[in-house]
């Protein structure tokens, strides 16, 4: 199995820009398809990015990375709208990337962003 912890999250203005981490260990990192899902309150949990594609709402504002020496993954976010509010989570799974959060059995805690008009 493979643990992943979330940090970067923050209180920040509409406009402003956060990096999001998620740090793994366990398993090795590279052997794991790894995406990055957010929820608000009141919504269905839904797909942000992984290192193949970024959800309609986040093209040309997010940007995700990874690290395999440091066993990190980042995700960019740029020019940060008030919608974009959510908890942020990264997930892994060991059967290739996909979109479907059901799908993926290994989660971080969750780090809170905060977008103020």
């Known amino acids: 199995q493979v643990q992943l912890v979330e940090s970067g999250g923050g209180l920040v203005q509409a406009g402003d820009s956060l990096r999001l981490s998620c740090a793994a260990s366990?398993?090795?990192?590279?052997?794991?398809?790894i995406a990055w899902f957010r929820q608000a309150p009141g919504k269905e949990r839904e797909f942000v990015a992984d290192?193949?594609a970024y959800a309609d709402s986040v093209k040309g504002r997010f940007t995700i990375s990874r690290d395999n020496a440091k066993n990190t993954v980042y995700l960019q976010m740029n020019t940060l709208k008030p919608e974009d509010t959510a908890i942020y989570y990264c997930?892994?799974?060991?059967?290739?990337?996909?979109?479907?959060?059901?799908?993926?059995?290994?989660w971080g805690q969750g780090t809170q962003v905060t977008v103020s008009s």
């Open positions: 997930a892994a799974r060991v059967y290739g990337r996909g979109t479907n959060w059901r799908t993926y059995p290994y």
């Open positions: 366990g398993r090795t990192f590279s052997s794991y398809a």
């Open positions: 290192n193949t």
